[in-house]
Each structure stands twice: as C-alpha cells, then as structure tokens.
C-alpha cells in the first residue's frame, strides 16, 4: 500500500480518509477527484503542501485517464469514495448516479484487472434497504435498495463482488452507516439542521421524523476501513456502524441542545419518497478484526454539531453559493405548505 489512489479524496468520506491515512501511513496518496459540488480542494487545506498528496482532477469513469495514473504512479491500491451520494438529488436527477457510481466503479474495476491492483471499494447500508423492527443486516443479506442512489451502489456493490468471484480480482468492500463528522457537505441531514440552527433557519424534518439511522463518526469509518485494508480477508464485505440506531427526532434534538437552538425552529414538511424507514446494521464482522468505534452515536452528531458552529468558513460559502439553488427546490415549497412544529 505504497502508491494509492482514493477517488473522491475531496469529498466528504474520502477527505477525513486521507487526513487520517497520511497521519498513520508512510504511502504516497493520489487523490482522483471530479470536483463536483461535493468535491471541495478545501476539505484538505491543510494538507496541499505535503509532498505524499497530489490531486488529480477527473473523472473515475475515463479509462484512459484511470489506467495512465496507475500506471505512471505505480498504484498498488485503489480505494473508492466518488460518487454521487444524496438520496434527494437522486431523486431529482437520477442518471449521473448510474454515470458515477454505476459505470465509474466498473472502469476502475476493468483497470484494476488490467493491471493487477487492489480495490477497496466504499459501500453502504442503504443496499440492504430498510430493515424490519428487530433485524440487523448481516453481510449476507440480499441486497433490496428503494432509491435510485441505494440502486446505484448496490449495482456497484456486485459488481465488485462479480471481479472477485469471475476473474480472482482483490477487492474488499465496507458497507457504511449514515456518517457524521467535518467537511460533511450541508445537503445531508446533520450538517443542514446544524447550519439552520446557527443560521436560525427551519429545520426540514421529513415526515413524523421517526425514521431510524446509525448516525456514525467518520473518524470509525475511517478505522474501520483501515482495519479491513489491513487486516480483511479478500473478496470479503464488511458493515462498518456502530450497530445503534436513533430517530431522526432524537438526531434533532441532539443538534439543538449541542447549539442552544430553539425547539420552534422544526418543521414536519412532506416526506421524501420511497423514503426508508429504518437502517440498522450488525457490526461483528469487523468487530472480529479487533476494530471498535470510539463514538456513541449521540456523541458522533454531538461532535459534528459543534464542528460546524465553529467552522463557519467552510460551509458559509457554501450556502451562499449554488446551494441555494437547491435548497429552494428542494425546501422552499415543502417548508411554506407545513404547519409550525405539527407533523404533516
Ligand atoms: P461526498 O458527496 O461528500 O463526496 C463525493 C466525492 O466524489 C466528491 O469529492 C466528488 O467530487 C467526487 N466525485 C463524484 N463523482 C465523481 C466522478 N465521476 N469521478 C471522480 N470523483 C467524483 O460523499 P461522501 O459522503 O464522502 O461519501 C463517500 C463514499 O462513501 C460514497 O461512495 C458513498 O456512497 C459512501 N458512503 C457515504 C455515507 C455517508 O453517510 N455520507 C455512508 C456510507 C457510505
Ligand atoms: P440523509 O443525511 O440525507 O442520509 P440518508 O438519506 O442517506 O439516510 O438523511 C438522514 C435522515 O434524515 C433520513 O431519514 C432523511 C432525513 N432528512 C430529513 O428529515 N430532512 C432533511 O432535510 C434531510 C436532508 C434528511
């Protein structure tokens, strides 16, 4: 693991990813990024300098460009982060989801077995779907995703397993709960209600708000994937959660308490279709790596809370930005038509 790509490196995910991995790992990273709106070069400022780091820009689905920085920088390890990740812009515009997480997956694969390298693919618990009152996901479940986004990565979730099974190809895949964390972008549900609150905006809550989730550190996704790099056997997934769910209610009144936002602020406004009631997933399977998450959910969206009220520079641009354009047609019209504080 001397020469490794990490695809989205500037996103999210792949970005605390890096930071964590140089700080612990004597490799040279290329980060392959397209630089979407998700994909900021400021989610590692701090780390430009470093002569382990260099950017990339493009797209994981250009072969020609995939197969020239692997060969040019003698890459042993691929792991992938891009693609496009919220599940209401795949509502609103599902086909660059198949374009990048779909069809971009399989490019990096088909270079992968060209040239012999690992991949390490970043999975999610969205594809086992949503999950019945009392049952966990084990790792063996058969895949069931409800949204065009879960659709994707389940595509590419097999289809990684397919170049283990058909052709030998090393690969490993981590399923992830719902992450929270810094340089989290204010599309999701975490950052977007800590903003609002410091911003003492609405708080958009889909529906009765009693959906369940995994909120989880990124800091544990982040060890939990070096567990498996390090120690997961090939060809394996892993779930990497904390194995403990709250409501989205409960998600809320965490952030507000953290920031001292008014209870006032939140809105019930029209679910989200096909939106998934429950994900829960059990954790022992990389727990038997001798991995453990050092958060509890409640301190994971606690922690992140207060990463945004004191990291205003980042995500201000943000939202003056392209942002808004989104958020207006994705709240706009939902937040006008919904009752103070009543479920709609
Ligand atoms: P993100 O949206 O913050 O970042 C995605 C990154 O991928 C961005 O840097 C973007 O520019 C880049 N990208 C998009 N299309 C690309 C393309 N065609 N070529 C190259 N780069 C491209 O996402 P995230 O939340 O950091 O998620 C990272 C990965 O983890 C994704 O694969 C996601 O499905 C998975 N995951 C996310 C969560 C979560 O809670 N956020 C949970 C489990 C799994
Ligand atoms: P999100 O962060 O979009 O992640 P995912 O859909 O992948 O779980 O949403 C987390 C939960 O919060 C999910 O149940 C949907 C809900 N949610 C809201 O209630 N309002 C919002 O404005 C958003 C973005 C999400």
Redesign the pocket.
Same mark, same amino acid.
């Given at each position: 693991m001397r020469n490794i790509i990490v695809?989205?490196?500037?996103?999210?995910?792949?970005s605390n990813f890096v930071r964590y991995w140089l700080d612990r790992h004597a490799s040279h990273v290329t980060v392959?990024?397209?630089?979407?709106y998700? =994909?900021?070069r400021e989610n590692l400022h701090d780390l430009w300098g470093d002569p382990r780091l260099s950017l990339v820009e493009?797209?994981?689905?250009d072969q020609a460009l995939v197969r020239r920085v692997c060969r040019e920088r003698n890459v042993d390890l691929i792991v992938?982060?891009?693609?496009?990740?919220?599940v209401d812009q795949s509502i609103l515009g599902p086909l660059v989801f198949t374009?990048?997480?779909v069809r971009?997956t399989h490019v990096l694969l088909e270079v992968a077995r060209e040239l012999g390298i690992r991949l390490h693919h970043?999975?999610?618990?969205?594809v086992y779907g949503h999950i019945p009152d009392g049952h966990q996901s084990v790792e063996t479940d058969p895949l069931a995703a409800r949204s065009p986004y879960a659709a994707s990565?389940a595509a590419a979730d097999q289809l990684v397993q397919a170049y283990y099974i058909t052709y030998g190809l090393p690969v490993t895949i981590t399923? =992830?709960?719902?992450?929270v964390g810094p340089y989290?972008?204010p599309e999701?549900a975490v950052p977007l209600f800590s903003t609002n609150a410091i911003l003492g905006e609405p708080l958009p809550v889909y529906g009765d708000g009693r959906q369940m989730r995994d909120y989880a550190h990124v800091h544990d996704?982040c060890t939990g994937i070096e567990a498996v790099l390090l120690r997961g056997e090939i060809g394996q997934v892993y779930n990497v959660g904390t194995g403990r769910e709250m409501t989205n209610l409960e998600m809320v009144d965490i952030v507000l308490d953290t920031l001292g936002g008014d209870r006032g602020l939140v809105r019930h406004v029209t679910d989200r279709p096909g939106h998934d009631r429950r994900y829960s997933m059990n954790v022992d399977k990389v727990r038997a790596l001798g991995w453990e998450p050092r958060y509890d959910p409640r301190e994971a969206v606690a922690e992140a809370a207060r990463w945004y009220a004191g990291n205003r520079w980042w995500w201000e641009p943000i939202r003056s930005g392209a942002f808004r354009e989104y958020y207006e047609r994705q709240y706009v019209r939902r937040l006008a038509s919904a009752p103070t504080g009543q479920p709609s």
């Amino acid at each position: 693991m001397r020469n490794i790509i990490v695809t989205g490196g500037c996103g999210f995910i792949g970005s605390n990813f890096v930071r964590y991995w140089l700080d612990r790992h004597a490799s040279h990273v290329t980060v392959l990024d397209k630089l979407t709106y998700a =994909g900021r070069r400021e989610n590692l400022h701090d780390l430009w300098g470093d002569p382990r780091l260099s950017l990339v820009e493009g797209d994981i689905g250009d072969q020609a460009l995939v197969r020239r920085v692997c060969r040019e920088r003698n890459v042993d390890l691929i792991v992938n982060f891009a693609a496009e990740t919220h599940v209401d812009q795949s509502i609103l515009g599902p086909l660059v989801f198949t374009d990048t997480n779909v069809r971009g997956t399989h490019v990096l694969l088909e270079v992968a077995r060209e040239l012999g390298i690992r991949l390490h693919h970043v999975s999610t618990d969205e594809v086992y779907g949503h999950i019945p009152d009392g049952h966990q996901s084990v790792e063996t479940d058969p895949l069931a995703a409800r949204s065009p986004y879960a659709a994707s990565k389940a595509a590419a979730d097999q289809l990684v397993q397919a170049y283990y099974i058909t052709y030998g190809l090393p690969v490993t895949i981590t399923r =992830g709960a719902n992450n929270v964390g810094p340089y989290q972008y204010p599309e999701k549900a975490v950052p977007l209600f800590s903003t609002n609150a410091i911003l003492g905006e609405p708080l958009p809550v889909y529906g009765d708000g009693r959906q369940m989730r995994d909120y989880a550190h990124v800091h544990d996704h982040c060890t939990g994937i070096e567990a498996v790099l390090l120690r997961g056997e090939i060809g394996q997934v892993y779930n990497v959660g904390t194995g403990r769910e709250m409501t989205n209610l409960e998600m809320v009144d965490i952030v507000l308490d953290t920031l001292g936002g008014d209870r006032g602020l939140v809105r019930h406004v029209t679910d989200r279709p096909g939106h998934d009631r429950r994900y829960s997933m059990n954790v022992d399977k990389v727990r038997a790596l001798g991995w453990e998450p050092r958060y509890d959910p409640r301190e994971a969206v606690a922690e992140a809370a207060r990463w945004y009220a004191g990291n205003r520079w980042w995500w201000e641009p943000i939202r003056s930005g392209a942002f808004r354009e989104y958020y207006e047609r994705q709240y706009v019209r939902r937040l006008a038509s919904a009752p103070t504080g009543q479920p709609s």
